[in-house]
């Protein structure tokens, strides 16, 4: 569903940030992408979210080429603090992006609360996100982005805020959510031990040129 090809990134200031980089995710799928500070993970996610046009190569999604934010897409960023709109309570966060999906009011509530309550968020519904913690907020963001029920969920280092106990469960709710009407995941982290734990498969990006590859599937076989 998508398909990245050559692609490489350069920044205006001259610093080259991705060479290339060529990486396939199938339909349904929880790759996790992984690699150093600085190798160009946030890079490669913004050129995937037409956030920022790549200087070299494509990006398709479902065969088209990738030029702005396409509409079945949702990101969650590792920065909480700039993802939710402080005018309006965390279900109206959360219900506000549903009017994409053409939902009526009532039914935007109700999913707004079903994606607080899988998140652990169901009692904080009606407060605003400057009453929440951190951590509650990056749950939040995370609702919404799941609520949404995206073709293609992007996250970049999404569980760096929340504590361990919380981390467990919302992987385990990705886990759980991965592949529901066709959902692909592609989770940037530096924890090694969640990306064996969560992904499908587990691409390094080591920052050399050219130097993504594809580890074999990691998942075990179900019982
Ligand atoms: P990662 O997410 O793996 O930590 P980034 O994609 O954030 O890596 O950054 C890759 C490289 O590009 C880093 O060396 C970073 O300093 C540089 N970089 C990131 N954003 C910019 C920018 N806007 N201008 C210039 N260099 C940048
Ligand atoms: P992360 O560790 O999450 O990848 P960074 O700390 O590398 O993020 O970067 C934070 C922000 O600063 C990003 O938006 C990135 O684009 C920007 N940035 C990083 N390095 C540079 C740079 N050398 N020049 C300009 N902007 C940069």
């Not at 079945?72 to 959360?94: E, H, I, K, M």
């Not at 467990?168 to 090694?192: A, F, K």
């Amino acid at each position: 569903m998508l398909e990245i090809k050559a692609l490489g990134h350069t920044y205006a200031d001259g610093h080259r940030a991705l060479t290339g980089i060529d990486l396939g995710l199938e339909r349904g799928e929880l790759v996790c992408l992984v690699g150093p500070s600085g190798c160009g993970k946030s890079t490669l996610l913004r050129c995937i979210a037409g956030l920022q046009r790549p200087t070299e190569g494509t990006v398709l999604l479902e065969g088209q080429a990738v030029e702005r934010v396409p509409d079945g897409l949702a990101v969650v960023f590792q920065d909480y603090t700039r993802s939710l709109f402080p005018w309006l309570s965390v279900r109206d966060n959360v219900a506000l992006v549903l009017r994409r999906r053409g939902l009526a009011r009532a039914a935007r509530r109700a999913a707004a609360e079903e994606a607080l309550e899988a998140v652990g968020l169901a009692a904080a519904a009606r407060k605003y996100p400057w009453q929440l913690s951190g951590g509650m907020q990056q749950r939040a963001a995370i609702a919404r982005a799941l609520a949404y029920r995206p073709q293609l969920l992007l996250m970049d280092e999404p569980f760096g805020s929340v504590d361990a106990q919380t981390r467990e469960d919302l992987e385990d709710l990705l886990l759980s959510v991965r592949g529901d009407h066709g959902m692909t995941i592609l989770l940037v982290t530096h924890d090694i031990d969640e990306s064996v734990y969560v992904g499908d498969r587990v691409v390094v990006l080591t920052g050399a040129p050219g130097s993504v590859h594809t580890d074999l599937p990691v998942r075990l076989p179900s019982p």
